[in-house]
Protein backbone atom coordinates (compact mmCIF):
# COMPACT_ATOMS: atom_id res chain seq x y z
CA UNK A 1 0.00 0.00 0.00
CA UNK A 2 2.70 2.18 0.48
CA UNK A 3 4.59 2.24 -2.17
CA UNK A 4 1.47 2.48 -4.32
CA UNK A 5 0.66 6.08 -6.26
CA UNK A 6 -2.49 8.08 -4.58
CA UNK A 7 -5.15 9.03 -7.18
CA UNK A 8 -7.70 12.11 -5.12
CA UNK A 9 -10.93 11.35 -7.00
CA UNK A 10 -13.25 13.88 -7.04
CA UNK A 11 -17.33 12.61 -7.35
CA UNK A 12 -15.88 9.47 -6.20
CA UNK A 13 -19.66 8.68 -4.91
CA UNK A 14 -20.85 9.98 -8.69
CA UNK A 15 -20.63 8.52 -12.19
CA UNK A 16 -17.45 9.05 -13.13
CA UNK A 17 -15.40 9.26 -10.17
CA UNK A 18 -17.44 6.34 -9.31
CA UNK A 19 -15.81 4.75 -12.38
CA UNK A 20 -12.30 5.34 -11.86
CA UNK A 21 -12.14 4.25 -7.88
CA UNK A 22 -13.91 1.12 -8.88
CA UNK A 23 -11.16 0.60 -11.43
CA UNK A 24 -8.53 1.11 -9.33
CA UNK A 25 -9.62 -1.40 -6.49
CA UNK A 26 -10.02 -3.83 -9.08
CA UNK A 27 -6.39 -4.07 -9.89
CA UNK A 28 -4.92 -4.67 -6.73
CA UNK A 29 -1.74 -4.79 -8.30
CA UNK A 30 -1.92 -1.94 -10.38
CA UNK A 31 0.15 -0.06 -8.20
CA UNK A 32 -2.62 2.77 -7.39
CA UNK A 33 -4.54 4.10 -4.64
CA UNK A 34 -8.09 5.33 -4.49
CA UNK A 35 -8.64 8.21 -2.14
CA UNK A 36 -12.56 8.71 -2.61
CA UNK A 37 -13.05 11.92 -1.52
CA UNK A 38 -16.76 13.43 -0.55
CA UNK A 39 -18.36 15.84 1.27
CA UNK A 40 -20.10 13.15 3.37
CA UNK A 41 -17.66 10.34 4.16
CA UNK A 42 -21.13 8.04 5.70
CA UNK A 43 -23.30 8.36 2.97
CA UNK A 44 -23.72 4.18 1.36
CA UNK A 45 -21.56 5.06 -1.87
CA UNK A 46 -18.74 6.24 0.38
CA UNK A 47 -18.98 3.42 2.91
CA UNK A 48 -18.99 1.21 0.53
CA UNK A 49 -15.82 2.28 -1.55
CA UNK A 50 -13.84 2.14 1.99
CA UNK A 51 -15.28 -1.41 1.98
CA UNK A 52 -13.87 -2.17 -1.21
CA UNK A 53 -9.81 -0.54 0.29
CA UNK A 54 -10.60 3.11 -0.46
CA UNK A 55 -9.68 5.72 1.67
CA UNK A 56 -12.43 8.25 2.05
CA UNK A 57 -11.60 11.54 2.93
CA UNK A 58 -14.09 14.51 3.32
CA UNK A 59 -13.99 18.05 1.42
CA UNK A 60 -15.61 20.25 -0.19
CA UNK A 61 -15.02 21.57 -3.83
CA UNK A 62 -16.02 25.13 -2.65
CA UNK A 63 -13.44 25.40 -0.05
CA UNK A 64 -10.05 25.03 -1.20
CA UNK A 65 -8.68 24.39 1.58
CA UNK A 66 -10.59 21.62 2.28
CA UNK A 67 -9.11 20.30 -1.32
CA UNK A 68 -5.66 21.12 -0.41
CA UNK A 69 -5.64 18.86 2.57
CA UNK A 70 -7.60 16.26 0.38
CA UNK A 71 -5.02 16.04 -1.86
CA UNK A 72 -1.79 16.36 0.09
CA UNK A 73 0.52 13.37 -0.60
CA UNK A 74 -1.41 12.24 -3.43
CA UNK A 75 0.51 11.16 -6.46
CA UNK A 76 -2.90 12.11 -9.34
CA UNK A 77 -6.16 14.06 -8.62
CA UNK A 78 -9.27 13.24 -10.89
CA UNK A 79 -10.95 16.61 -11.59
CA UNK A 80 -14.63 17.03 -11.97
CA UNK A 81 -17.01 19.34 -11.10
CA UNK A 82 -21.27 19.06 -11.24
CA UNK A 83 -22.96 21.39 -12.98
CA UNK A 84 -26.13 19.62 -12.68
CA UNK A 85 -26.09 20.39 -8.74
CA UNK A 86 -26.60 24.19 -9.32
CA UNK A 87 -26.64 24.68 -13.12
CA UNK A 88 -24.20 27.86 -12.54
CA UNK A 89 -21.27 27.94 -15.19
CA UNK A 90 -19.49 30.61 -13.13
CA UNK A 91 -20.05 28.36 -9.96
CA UNK A 92 -18.86 25.60 -12.29
CA UNK A 93 -15.70 28.04 -12.78
CA UNK A 94 -14.71 28.56 -9.53
CA UNK A 95 -15.03 25.06 -8.49
CA UNK A 96 -12.34 24.29 -11.35
CA UNK A 97 -10.54 27.45 -9.93
CA UNK A 98 -10.08 25.86 -6.62
CA UNK A 99 -9.44 22.19 -7.84
CA UNK A 100 -6.51 23.39 -9.81
CA UNK A 101 -4.99 25.89 -7.18
CA UNK A 102 -5.23 23.15 -4.30
CA UNK A 103 -3.34 20.46 -7.32
CA UNK A 104 -0.81 23.04 -7.28
CA UNK A 105 0.18 23.38 -3.59
CA UNK A 106 0.25 19.90 -3.15
CA UNK A 107 2.11 19.49 -5.70
CA UNK A 108 0.49 16.83 -7.86
CA UNK A 109 2.02 14.67 -10.65
CA UNK A 110 -0.80 14.75 -12.54
CA UNK A 111 -4.73 16.05 -12.71
CA UNK A 112 -7.12 14.64 -14.99
CA UNK A 113 -9.38 17.04 -15.84
CA UNK A 114 -12.90 16.20 -16.79
CA UNK A 115 -14.06 18.81 -19.29
CA UNK A 116 -15.84 19.27 -22.63
CA UNK A 117 -15.43 21.59 -25.34
CA UNK A 118 -16.65 25.18 -26.21
CA UNK A 119 -19.24 25.43 -28.42
CA UNK A 120 -19.02 28.60 -28.56
CA UNK A 121 -16.33 28.58 -31.23
CA UNK A 122 -18.83 26.39 -33.27
CA UNK A 123 -21.01 28.89 -34.26
CA UNK A 124 -20.40 32.94 -34.99
CA UNK A 125 -21.23 35.32 -31.70
CA UNK A 126 -24.37 36.55 -33.56
CA UNK A 127 -25.25 32.95 -35.39
CA UNK A 128 -29.24 32.86 -34.20
CA UNK A 129 -30.13 29.02 -34.49
CA UNK A 130 -29.79 28.83 -30.58
CA UNK A 131 -30.28 31.17 -27.19
CA UNK A 132 -27.31 32.24 -25.48
CA UNK A 133 -28.08 31.11 -21.97
CA UNK A 134 -26.53 32.73 -18.47
CA UNK A 135 -25.60 35.82 -20.90
CA UNK A 136 -22.41 34.36 -22.22
CA UNK A 137 -22.76 30.86 -23.09
CA UNK A 138 -24.44 28.39 -25.95
CA UNK A 139 -23.99 25.04 -23.50
CA UNK A 140 -23.14 26.32 -20.38
CA UNK A 141 -21.70 23.31 -19.22
CA UNK A 142 -19.98 22.70 -22.05
CA UNK A 143 -18.52 25.87 -22.12
CA UNK A 144 -17.87 26.57 -18.67
CA UNK A 145 -15.88 23.31 -17.99
CA UNK A 146 -13.77 24.54 -21.13
CA UNK A 147 -12.90 28.01 -20.21
CA UNK A 148 -11.86 26.19 -17.11
CA UNK A 149 -9.40 23.95 -18.92
CA UNK A 150 -6.93 27.30 -18.48
CA UNK A 151 -6.97 26.92 -14.59
CA UNK A 152 -4.83 23.88 -15.32
CA UNK A 153 -2.42 25.41 -17.73
CA UNK A 154 1.16 25.05 -15.48
CA UNK A 155 0.00 21.60 -14.42
CA UNK A 156 0.19 18.45 -15.62
CA UNK A 157 -2.62 17.97 -17.09
CA UNK A 158 -5.02 15.73 -19.41
CA UNK A 159 -7.99 17.39 -20.44
CA UNK A 160 -10.42 14.28 -20.90
CA UNK A 161 -13.20 15.18 -23.08
CA UNK A 162 -16.12 13.16 -22.43
CA UNK A 163 -19.32 12.24 -24.13
CA UNK A 164 -23.18 11.86 -22.97
CA UNK A 165 -23.99 9.12 -20.81
CA UNK A 166 -26.48 6.58 -22.24
CA UNK A 167 -26.86 5.78 -18.15
CA UNK A 168 -28.72 9.31 -18.74
CA UNK A 169 -31.68 7.21 -19.92
CA UNK A 170 -32.73 6.15 -16.12
CA UNK A 171 -30.43 9.13 -14.34
CA UNK A 172 -31.53 11.66 -16.23
CA UNK A 173 -35.08 10.78 -17.37
CA UNK A 174 -34.35 10.53 -21.40
CA UNK A 175 -35.49 7.47 -21.72
CA UNK A 176 -38.46 6.26 -23.84
CA UNK A 177 -42.34 6.96 -22.16
CA UNK A 178 -45.47 4.72 -22.24
CA UNK A 179 -48.16 7.35 -24.00
CA UNK A 180 -51.97 6.58 -23.32
CA UNK A 181 -51.98 4.46 -26.58
CA UNK A 182 -49.47 1.81 -24.51
CA UNK A 183 -46.36 3.18 -27.64
CA UNK A 184 -43.13 3.71 -26.29
CA UNK A 185 -41.82 7.32 -27.51
CA UNK A 186 -39.16 9.71 -27.37
CA UNK A 187 -38.16 13.53 -28.27
CA UNK A 188 -34.89 14.33 -29.10
CA UNK A 189 -33.99 17.66 -31.21
CA UNK A 190 -31.22 15.05 -33.51
CA UNK A 191 -32.74 14.72 -36.35
CA UNK A 192 -30.78 12.06 -37.74
CA UNK A 193 -27.22 12.99 -36.40
CA UNK A 194 -25.32 10.68 -34.49
CA UNK A 195 -24.87 11.03 -30.78
CA UNK A 196 -21.61 9.94 -29.14
CA UNK A 197 -22.23 8.12 -26.16
CA UNK A 198 -20.51 6.15 -23.67
CA UNK A 199 -21.24 4.15 -20.30
CA UNK A 200 -20.81 6.59 -17.70
CA UNK A 201 -18.58 4.02 -15.55
CA UNK A 202 -16.48 3.74 -18.53
CA UNK A 203 -15.33 7.34 -18.44
CA UNK A 204 -13.80 6.41 -15.52
CA UNK A 205 -12.12 3.81 -16.74
CA UNK A 206 -10.34 5.45 -19.13
CA UNK A 207 -9.41 7.64 -16.55
CA UNK A 208 -7.70 5.06 -15.05
CA UNK A 209 -5.82 4.00 -18.11
CA UNK A 210 -4.81 7.61 -18.48
CA UNK A 211 -3.10 7.49 -14.52
CA UNK A 212 -1.51 4.48 -15.80
CA UNK A 213 -0.13 5.92 -19.00
CA UNK A 214 1.79 8.51 -16.90
CA UNK A 215 3.77 10.49 -19.21
CA UNK A 216 1.86 9.92 -22.38
CA UNK A 217 -1.09 11.74 -21.84
CA UNK A 218 0.30 14.46 -19.94
CA UNK A 219 -0.07 17.75 -21.65
CA UNK A 220 -2.49 16.55 -23.96
CA UNK A 221 -6.67 16.64 -24.41
CA UNK A 222 -7.85 13.32 -25.14
CA UNK A 223 -11.55 12.89 -26.39
CA UNK A 224 -13.80 9.86 -25.77
CA UNK A 225 -16.80 7.96 -26.36
CA UNK A 226 -18.57 4.34 -26.58
CA UNK A 227 -20.66 4.57 -29.82
CA UNK A 228 -22.03 6.87 -32.19
CA UNK A 229 -25.13 6.41 -32.61
CA UNK A 230 -28.65 8.06 -34.21
CA UNK A 231 -31.79 8.12 -32.09
CA UNK A 232 -33.42 6.02 -34.03
CA UNK A 233 -30.51 3.08 -33.83
CA UNK A 234 -30.58 3.65 -29.96
CA UNK A 235 -34.45 2.56 -30.39
CA UNK A 236 -34.01 -0.36 -32.73
CA UNK A 237 -31.33 -1.60 -29.87
CA UNK A 238 -33.67 -0.77 -26.64
CA UNK A 239 -36.28 -2.37 -28.35
CA UNK A 240 -34.56 -5.54 -29.40
CA UNK A 241 -32.64 -6.36 -25.69
CA UNK A 242 -35.09 -5.17 -23.79
CA UNK A 243 -38.00 -7.18 -25.69
CA UNK A 244 -40.35 -3.88 -25.78
CA UNK A 245 -42.33 -2.95 -28.81
CA UNK A 246 -41.02 -0.59 -31.66
CA UNK A 247 -40.23 3.05 -29.84
CA UNK A 248 -41.69 5.97 -31.51
CA UNK A 249 -38.53 9.02 -32.35
CA UNK A 250 -40.54 12.31 -32.73
CA UNK A 251 -37.39 14.17 -33.89
CA UNK A 252 -38.67 17.83 -32.51
CA UNK A 253 -37.53 20.83 -33.50
CA UNK A 254 -34.55 22.43 -31.11
CA UNK A 255 -36.84 25.08 -29.97
CA UNK A 256 -39.56 23.19 -29.31
CA UNK A 257 -37.40 20.91 -27.07
CA UNK A 258 -35.87 24.14 -25.26
CA UNK A 259 -39.75 24.55 -24.25
CA UNK A 260 -40.43 21.46 -23.05
CA UNK A 261 -40.17 23.28 -19.36
CA UNK A 262 -38.29 20.77 -17.19
CA UNK A 263 -35.51 22.67 -15.51
CA UNK A 264 -32.08 22.56 -17.99
CA UNK A 265 -34.66 22.15 -21.05
CA UNK A 266 -32.99 24.86 -22.35
CA UNK A 267 -29.45 23.87 -21.91
CA UNK A 268 -30.03 20.20 -23.30
CA UNK A 269 -32.00 22.09 -26.48
CA UNK A 270 -28.74 23.70 -27.32
CA UNK A 271 -26.80 20.56 -26.19
CA UNK A 272 -28.57 18.38 -28.68
CA UNK A 273 -29.01 20.94 -31.21
CA UNK A 274 -24.92 21.24 -31.36
CA UNK A 275 -24.86 17.37 -31.40
CA UNK A 276 -26.81 17.31 -34.31
CA UNK A 277 -25.70 20.49 -36.46
CA UNK A 278 -21.76 20.16 -35.52
CA UNK A 279 -21.98 16.29 -35.85
CA UNK A 280 -18.61 16.05 -37.66
CA UNK A 281 -16.69 18.59 -35.59
CA UNK A 282 -17.94 16.62 -32.41
CA UNK A 283 -16.70 12.97 -33.60
CA UNK A 284 -13.35 14.97 -35.06
CA UNK A 285 -12.72 15.82 -31.28
CA UNK A 286 -13.05 12.40 -30.12
CA UNK A 287 -11.29 9.22 -30.56
CA UNK A 288 -12.78 5.65 -30.73
CA UNK A 289 -9.42 4.12 -30.86
CA UNK A 290 -7.79 6.06 -27.88
CA UNK A 291 -10.89 5.29 -26.00
CA UNK A 292 -10.35 1.87 -26.64
CA UNK A 293 -6.20 1.58 -26.24
CA UNK A 294 -6.97 3.00 -22.95
CA UNK A 295 -10.11 0.75 -22.02
CA UNK A 296 -10.03 -2.47 -23.70
CA UNK A 297 -13.44 -3.13 -22.08
CA UNK A 298 -15.57 -0.37 -23.39
CA UNK A 299 -18.72 -1.03 -23.63
CA UNK A 300 -20.76 -0.48 -26.91
CA UNK A 301 -24.69 0.62 -26.51
CA UNK A 302 -26.07 -2.79 -26.93
CA UNK A 303 -23.58 -4.53 -24.40
CA UNK A 304 -24.38 -0.90 -21.95
CA UNK A 305 -28.36 -1.20 -22.30
CA UNK A 306 -27.96 -5.61 -21.68
CA UNK A 307 -26.03 -5.32 -18.70
CA UNK A 308 -28.59 -2.51 -17.40
CA UNK A 309 -31.34 -3.86 -18.31
CA UNK A 310 -33.07 -4.06 -15.11
CA UNK A 311 -32.44 -0.24 -14.22
CA UNK A 312 -33.77 0.31 -17.75
CA UNK A 313 -36.98 -1.47 -17.89
CA UNK A 314 -38.44 0.45 -15.10
CA UNK A 315 -37.47 3.89 -16.19
CA UNK A 316 -39.87 3.64 -19.49
CA UNK A 317 -43.20 3.97 -17.62
N1 LIG B 1 -24.76 13.21 -17.85
C1 LIG B 1 -24.00 13.23 -18.92
O1 LIG B 1 -24.36 12.73 -20.00
C2 LIG B 1 -22.64 13.87 -18.87
C3 LIG B 1 -21.79 13.74 -19.96
C4 LIG B 1 -20.55 14.34 -19.93
C5 LIG B 1 -20.19 15.10 -18.83
N2 LIG B 1 -21.06 15.21 -17.77
C6 LIG B 1 -20.65 16.03 -16.62
O2 LIG B 1 -20.45 15.20 -15.51
C7 LIG B 1 -20.45 16.05 -14.35
C8 LIG B 1 -20.99 15.28 -13.18
O3 LIG B 1 -20.24 14.12 -12.99
P1 LIG B 1 -20.94 12.77 -12.53
O4 LIG B 1 -22.08 12.49 -13.46
O5 LIG B 1 -19.90 11.77 -12.36
O6 LIG B 1 -21.56 13.21 -11.13
P2 LIG B 1 -22.75 12.58 -10.30
O7 LIG B 1 -22.84 11.12 -10.55
O8 LIG B 1 -23.97 13.41 -10.49
O9 LIG B 1 -22.25 12.80 -8.81
C9 LIG B 1 -21.80 14.07 -8.39
C10 LIG B 1 -20.48 13.90 -7.66
O10 LIG B 1 -19.89 15.18 -7.46
C11 LIG B 1 -19.56 15.32 -6.09
N3 LIG B 1 -19.70 16.73 -5.72
C12 LIG B 1 -20.61 17.61 -6.18
N4 LIG B 1 -20.43 18.81 -5.60
C13 LIG B 1 -19.37 18.67 -4.76
C14 LIG B 1 -18.72 19.55 -3.88
N5 LIG B 1 -19.12 20.81 -3.73
N6 LIG B 1 -17.66 19.09 -3.17
C15 LIG B 1 -17.26 17.79 -3.28
N7 LIG B 1 -17.84 16.91 -4.12
C16 LIG B 1 -18.89 17.35 -4.84
C17 LIG B 1 -20.55 14.44 -5.34
O11 LIG B 1 -19.96 14.06 -4.12
P3 LIG B 1 -20.72 14.07 -2.69
O12 LIG B 1 -22.16 14.39 -2.94
O13 LIG B 1 -20.51 12.68 -2.18
O14 LIG B 1 -20.00 15.10 -1.91
C18 LIG B 1 -20.70 13.26 -6.30
O15 LIG B 1 -19.68 12.32 -6.08
C19 LIG B 1 -21.30 17.26 -14.72
O16 LIG B 1 -20.56 18.45 -14.59
C20 LIG B 1 -21.71 17.00 -16.17
O17 LIG B 1 -21.73 18.17 -16.96
C21 LIG B 1 -22.25 14.60 -17.76
Given at each position: MADKKTIAVLGSTGSQGGGLCRAILADAAGGFACRAITRDPSKDKAKELASKGAEVVKADIDDVESLKKAFAGAYGVYAVTN?????SGEKEKAQAKNIAEAAKAAGVKHVVWSTLED???????????MPMLQEKYRVPHFDAKAEA???????PVTRLVTSFYWDNLYLFGLAPKKGEDGKLSWAFPMGDAKLVGIAAEDIGKVAYGVFKAGQEYIGKTVGIYGEALTIEQMGETLSKVLGVGPIVYNAVDADAYRGF????ADELGNMFQVYRDFERQVLDARSLDTTRKLNPSLLTYEQFVARHKDTILPALN
Open positions: FWEHFTRKLMAPDDKRDAYFSGLGFPG
